[in-house]
């Protein structure tokens, strides 16, 4: 059974910076690539970045990029998002993602709020 297990998140002020991490207990994948979304209560879920596990190829969102990082650690199946100069607006339910062959894994989120 896939899962994805988070850890990180909670309250920073305005400026700051968290760490999320997630690791996948999956059987033996290959070419996948894992990342994280977000969302707010009432919005849609919304992409901030993902990362191949195989190539380390990431991608971000135009709203993140130059603040967040994401890395990996593929022999741990794990993943990291890096998040610097935290705004109020980045205030949300963060969801670690998997995704092969066309199939998406989710965790449970983790919330993450930024005080002004």
């Known amino acids: 059974q896939v899962q994805l297990v988070e850890s990180g998140g909670g309250l920073v002020q305005a400026g700051g910076s968290l760490r999320l991490s997630c690791t996948l207990s999956?059987?033996?994948?290959?070419?996948?690539?894992m990342g994280w979304f977000r969302q707010a209560p009432g919005k849609e879920r919304g992409f901030v970045t993902t990362?191949?596990?195989?190539?380390?190829?990431?991608y971000y969102a135009d709203s993140v990029k130059g603040r967040f990082t994401i890395s990996r650690d593929s022999a741990k199946n794990t993943v990291y998002l890096h998040m610097n100069s935290l705004k109020p607006e980045d205030t949300d339910v963060y969801y670690c993602?998997?995704?092969?062959?066309?199939?998406?894994?989710w965790g449970q989120g983790t919330q993450v709020t930024v005080s002004s």
């Open positions: 999956r059987p033996t994948f290959s070419n996948y690539a």
């Open positions: 993602n998997a995704m092969r062959a066309g199939v998406d894994y």
């Open positions: 990362i191949s596990m195989s190539f380390g190829s990431a």
